[in-house]
């Protein structure tokens, strides 16, 4: 892609800043076309493969529904059903669909799988959330702050939780859009240490910085931003007995938002569990912006699509 400059998108961390930038005003001008009902349709012809070994409301109708209204299609393929579910190689796969389609979206499991998949595919490949990354979802939260905000330098986000996928993301993207980001988990449930140096790294470079503590207080103090992912993700349901006890001390409700500015707002990729990592009072309170955010995705993830697959 222009933008993107490479084939695929399976992480925000080998994207530079300013594509970052460049993305969001693409994705913003797609917006505004959308919203005023103005044809665009530059996918015309054009096919998405979208392989799904999780489960996905968001990220399966975002891209369907995205597709079409580029002017292309999407084809779901749940691993329920095609022959990779089956045994057939992630590479023989790839090499299959780059006959058919023009660009393929996966979720999966591990990240090696989306790699040696990009690898062997002739077309582009874009990451719909692995164990490792969830860089669309983070694509579409900095899109959300923006609106929201006017801004993202200068801002400050608290992510109070596990250190999981979506966090990996949003660390990176903060980073390079000079977003100040703090994540309060358990110990034992940090980010992965070779992402956390890497987005510390980015984050000198604009003027920010991260923080990882285990101090849902400390993390929140002063946020403009404060979000939250599921204890428990897909994948790990063995361990939802064992995380809702690691976890109890990181619910964010009424109490620990006091600590926050006065506007924060409140964001969740979604699917939340109420009375687990947030209260049903503040994910349904005046400062949630989860819905909006959701909403995002389908903009944002056209402007991927366009940069990589027109
Ligand atoms: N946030 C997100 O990716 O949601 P889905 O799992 O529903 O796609
Ligand atoms: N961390 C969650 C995000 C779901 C969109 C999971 O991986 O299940």
Known sequence: GKIIQQKDFLTLANVPPDSILELLKLASDIKSKWAANEEYVPLK????????????????????????????????LSSNDIQIGRGETVADTAKVLSQFVDGIMIRTFGHEKIEELAESATIPVINGLTDMFHPCQAL????????????LAGLKMAYIGDG??????????????????SIACPAGYEPNKEIIE????????????????????????GAD????????SMGQEAENAVRLEAFKEYQINAELV?????????????????????TAEIIDGPHS???????????????????LLQ
């Open 225 to 232: 931003i404060v979000y939250a992912d599921v204890w428990t």
């Open 140 to 151: 579409a939260d900095l899109m959300t702050i923006q609106e929201v905000k006017g801004k």
């Open 258 to 278: 006091k600590h926050a500015k006065e506007d924060y707002i409140f964001m969740h990729c979604l699917p939340a569990h109420r009375e687990e990592e947030v």
């Open 164 to 181: 999981n996928n979506v966090v990996h993301s949003l660390m990176i993207a903060c980073a390079k859009t000079g977003i100040d980001f």
């Open 289 to 307: 912006v989860v819905f909006h955010q959701a909403g995002n995705r389908l903009h944002a993830q056209k402007a991927i699509l366009v940069d």
């Open 45 to 76: 012809g054009k096919t998405l493969g979208m392989i799904f070994e999780k489960s996905s409301t968001r990220t399966r109708v975002s891209f369907e529904v995205g597709m079409l209204q580029l002017g292309g299609h999407g084809l779901f």
């Open 198 to 221: 890497y987005a510390k790294k980015e984050a000198k470079q604009q003027g920010c910085e991260i923080v990882v503590t285990d101090s849902p207080t400390a993390a929140i103090e």
